[in-house]
């Protein structure tokens, strides 16, 4: 499981490991993968205190950051510094909407504290928020790749990243948006089935991948959306694939920050316990399916509304998640993607790196005794 | 691309090809694969003449029947004969749903006739209707396997097509229909993924096909959903299926009844211009979004009913979408897979095999050269 972009970022197997948690980006490059954090939760303050604990538990080893650029949002045309860009948001929130998130909580007997900090949090997902996040990473300089999981960067980001010699990939959903990528000079193209967890769009991974290899080729894709094993690894390489782009197994190693609690909700859920909802962020997000996204479906309630304001109010669900792990489970958000279901037990990171290794000579050889079977 | 499964039904590829057309039947087994015939739309006496056709122009190849028995449907335990059960089921369809579809058609200048033959039909979509099409089946010997495309066939009807020397597959979504089907005796279990056309669920295939073949090991599986090209089936060998069940691509050769003005909108259409509806069946099912399909996701709107009762009143749009092909495509029923994005033009059956045979040595052969040039 090596192929030529292994080569240019210097890593063993084509494994990139998508998590909120320093340590499993750490694992993951260790392991012959590449790690890479999102960063989308940390302030740039938190995000300095993140990159420099990577950096010195890392060794050689290169990673990766993620930042959320969406290409549509409320406020993108706003022009404004981060504060102003926040408090007009913040006056954009409806009082019901708060109430209802808060109801939510009060009804599932979850303390709500939604002030302070707590308090109509705007998160990264703004160019105005995600730039400083960019500005930090690039002073890292074992930091060698920065991924938009939300659209294509703005030019200039393109070209603050590639004019400091690192690499840009971005997401996509459809090979429309990998064309806008590989025109905007994207480095690398990771195309993410509607199987996927968080952000997705509707197109299922085996139709999607081949399409945007073709579209963009010979620029190298990721397939992202549905893989948790070495077999679909392989399918995602037999199909043109340069590498895997992953997530949710990293919520089910030992390294995660994810509560046992979360991680027993996952380990229970088959693959048909999760919804494309926009309850959290205001975009189509996958997670397991609870009774906080159930509320926000209801149409008799009030309508998730866009992003970032969504998570002005779901954020108070996700505060008091951090905080009371075992009371939230059923209005947490859980992000994860179907492939949710093939997961029974919590793995030490190296391990699946390994396993999944073996998976993958296990199917290419399949391949082979199947040609050679049939004298090919 | 040969597997055991070949062997036993005398195949050279394992490429199932699903299809409501007999000329394409005879074309895909005559190639190599296996042609399977779509049966819920035609009468006893029309199926013994689409088989009788059949038989003369297969030569000595093997060929399958699909049959539709529902886990559930309305009128499933009324235990009657064919033609009561659909006396009984058409004075269940309230006249505000006849009313509202055949005003979707006369919104769009379409004639609309639903008198004689074309009111109110039951087609084979229960027991009552199907068993008569599995008997005039089993009477042909180049018949070697019977498929049910919705749920685990009833345990008589198990019995009798094994008494007859041949095989029985069905469908799933889930690896609990899949134990069900496995369970009962089903031979070959066809797993689909919800990019698929047609009936459908809601898991990916890159997620599900792996669980399907873990959970029923050894028995062989067939991948379905999003499958229209060599690279896709060398992407479900790799994972282990046993071969391939295919049915868009088949809408897109020169063999096929399609027409083409119909063949033109799939040509048009990207993988995201499909749509799992209920408006046409009752139950979910993919296929192109027009104008029928968004009248009756309208919340305004009356709800599908369940099938079999909703295609008693769509089954006013298909008639006329037979009869006027040109005037109807947008509230026609165009059932297809998200794969539909990959098809620009229509082909010859043949030359899609060859096709999907090179294209399948080349995706095996790229797994092949990671491997060598990384020394394994």
Redesign the interface.
């Known amino acids: 499981?090596?192929?030529a972009l292994c080569d240019e970022l210097g890593i063993e197997f084509p494994i990139f490991a998508f998590t909120h948690c320093r340590d499993v980006v750490v694992a993951v490059s260790k392991a012959g993968g590449f790690g890479v954090l999102g960063a989308v939760g940390f302030t740039p303050e938190q995000l300095e205190i993140e990159l420099n604990w990577i950096d010195e538990h890392i060794g050689d080893h290169p990673y990766g950051v993620d930042i959320v650029i969406p290409n549509k949002y409320e406020g993108m045309d706003a022009n404004m510094s981060a504060d102003d860009l926040k408090g007009m948001l913040q006056s954009l929130v409806p009082q019901e909407h708060l109430e209802f998130g808060r109801k939510i909580l009060a009804d599932h007997g979850v303390p709500v504290d939604d002030s302070g900090d707590n308090a109509l949090q705007l998160l990264g997902w703004t160019e105005a928020t995600a730039t400083p996040q960019v500005q930090i990473a690039l002073q890292h300089p074992k930091v060698t790749l920065i991924a938009n999981a939300l659209g294509t960067p703005p030019a200039d980001m393109i070209k603050m990243i590639h004019d400091s010699g690192r690499k840009v990939a971005a997401l996509c959903g459809?090979?429309?948006q990998a064309r806008k990528h590989a025109d905007a000079d994207v480095d690398i193209i990771i195309a993410q089935?509607?199987?996927g967890g968080g952000h997705c769009?509707?197109?299922?991974?085996?139709?999607?991948w081949?399409?945007v290899v073709k579209e963009v080729a010979p620029r190298p894709v990721l397939a992202a959306?549905?893989?948790g094993?070495g077999?679909?690894i392989?399918?995602?390489?037999?199909?043109?694939a340069a590498g895997a782009w992953t997530g949710s197994q990293w919520l089910m190693v030992e390294e995660a920050e994810n509560t046992p609690v979360q991680q027993a909700a996952y380990a229970k859920a088959?693959?048909?316990d999760t919804v494309r909802s926009r309850s959290f962020t205001g975009k189509p997000c996958r997670m397991l399916r609870n009774e906080w996204t159930e509320a926000w479906e209801n149409?008799d309630n009030p309508k998730p509304l866009g992003m970032p304001l969504q998570y002005m109010v779901s954020g108070m669900a996700v505060a008091a998640t951090h905080k009371y792990p075992n009371e939230t489970v059923d209005v947490a958000f859980n992000p994860v993607?179907?492939?949710v279901?093939?997961f029974e037990k919590v793995e030490k990171t190296a391990a699946v790196i390994e396993r999944w290794v073996q998976e993958y000579?296990e199917?290419?050889g399949?391949?082979?005794e199947?040609?050679e079977?049939?004298g090919?």
């Open positions: 499981m090596h192929t459809s090979p429309a089935g509607g199987e769009g509707e197109v299922g991974s085996i139709v999607l081949p399409q959306g549905g893989i094993s077999y679909q392989a399918a995602a390489l037999a199909m043109g088959s693959s048909r149409p993607g179907q492939v279901g093939q000579l199917a290419s399949t391949l082979n199947l040609n079977a049939a090919v």
